[in-house]
């Protein structure tokens, strides 16, 4: 299975298997759980030698990248084991809170940033505000965005790895016969751009999918467009706005303009791309290695901004500490330094296409690289409020609405305000079932 595939089934299906094994460990957790333990952390680790397990979801192209890290970590520190448990993210979120529970969990994991409410509302993990502050990190070497996303309950609990986004790719060969010399990057550019392809030859230049990434893609228009998809404290969403309406209009107007075939499979539209079938396509910059091991000509930019202000969906993956009744000391910090030292050389992480979340790491690893065109505009990167359970709530609502609009059984404003009352509703129910 590609990688693509296996990032596809996370979006799609993880929070749901999430939210149901989080049953399994109780509803007590109420603001975030107890602190980690152990004695206070100086940034090093010189106690006996310890293992740790470390829980990742790192299946695809990104895995080996990882596996190198560690390695060179524990070449580092020979008083620290590293034993990795590499799994697909939908198991991940599954048995994450289930092995917490019953003190089976890892010692040290990483997930992604949409994940860490939800977890944290049910006493998964643990704060790790005292690791941030030994090792001074703060929203100075970060976008604001994504280090204050990071933080539930007034209490921080991820500490941020990379970021990852949409990102606009383009067939530079198809550009160069259309006469297209600079990457679009407004509405106006855009659909020029797409009438010039059409022109040239490419008769569907851009394929609007139904499916994943077509809710990130709608996701990135609604903040385009100055509004919010779901409200900061949980209790509503509000994607089926005035502003939500003219986004998904957009969306499906690159079908009604002949841009696009009106029925895109999943995963089709990025295969076409990838074959020389389409000229632009707009997917996550974990493609990057894929489409460059393809050899395909091709180049990465910012999704246009087709609203008012740039603007495009991210997520991040963050390392976290779980919870541990009786949390070993020597592991605890040991866990730390891990951390510490994955921040510090995430430039290495740079190589799976990945964007390093630290500013000061970006500046000396991305000139010249694919994603760099991307991490310029990191401080217009978006990311879902700390709303625990909402992951569950899109999959069910807003992927539906996009879906049905894009493929034209319903209006964009009858798609989106059937399903944003009902994504209400499941919040409404979520308030009360993780304290909110």
């Known amino acids: 299975m590609s990688k693509r595939l296996r990032f596809t089934r996370f979006i799609q299906g993880a929070a749901i298997a999430a939210v149901g094994a989080l049953a399994l460990a109780g509803c007590g957790g109420g603001q975030g759980g107890a602190p980690a333990g152990g004695e206070e952390f100086t940034g090093e680790y010189d106690g006996p030698e310890v293992t740790l397990q470390y829980w990742n979801g790192f299946t695809g192209g990104d895995g080996p990248f990882m596996e190198q890290m560690v390695e060179q970590f524990m070449s580092e520190h020979d008083n620290i084991k590293i034993e990795a448990t590499t799994q697909e993210w939908t198991d991940f979120y599954q048995k994450l809170p289930a092995a917490v529970t019953a003190g089976e969990g890892p010692d040290v994991g990483v997930m992604h940033l949409d994940q860490l409410a939800t977890m944290a509302a049910r006493n998964v993990i ?99 467009h100055g509004a919010e998809p779901y409200s900061e404290d949980g209790a509503e969403a509000t994607f089926g706005s005035e502003e939500g309406v003219e986004a998904l209009t957009w969306m499906r107007s ?116 694919v994603q760099q065109p991307i991490a310029e505009q990191i401080d217009s990167m978006r990311f879902l409020p700390a709303v625990p359970g909402l992951g569950s709530v899109q999959a069910e609502t807003l992927e539906v609405g996009v879906a049905d609009a894009i493929l034209g059984k319903a209006t964009p404003e009858e798609a989106l305000t059937r399903e944003a009352d009902r994504a209400t509703q499941l919040m409404e129910e979520n308030l009360e079932r993780f304290g909110g």
């Open 126 to 224: 643990v704060p790790v505000d005292d690791l941030a502050e030994a090792l001074d990190l703060s929203a100075d070497d970060f976008s604001e965005e994504v280090w204050d996303a990071g933080v539930y309950n007034d209490a921080r609990y991820g500490i941020p790895l990379d970021v990852h986004s949409l990102a606009m790719y383009y067939n530079t060969d198809h550009f160069a016969a259309a006469g297209i010399t600079e990457p679009p990057t407004d509405r106006a550019s855009f659909e020029d751009a797409l009438a010039k392809l059409k022109a040239a030859g490419f008769a569907t230049p851009f394929w609007m999918p139904a499916l994943w990434p077509a809710h990130l893609m709608d996701l990135s228009l609604i903040w385009q």
């Open 254 to 369: 690159m079908v009604d303009q002949g841009f696009s075939p009106s029925d895109v499979a999943i995963d089709a539209q990025y295969i076409a791309f990838k074959n020389g079938e389409t000229s632009i396509t707009w997917d996550g910059i974990w493609q990057i290695n894929d489409l460059t091991e393809s050899g395909l000509p091709f180049a990465a930019a910012p999704i246009p901004t087709i609203g008012d202000e740039p603007a495009f969906w991210a997520n991040s993956h963050n390392f976290f500490l779980p919870r541990q009744p009786q949390a070993d000391a020597n592991e605890v910090n040991a866990a730390k330094v891990f951390i510490a030292w994955m921040s510090e050389n995430s430039g290495e992480w740079a190589k799976a296409g990945m964007i390093p979340a630290r500013e000061s790491v970006r500046e000396s690893v991305l000139e010249g690289t």
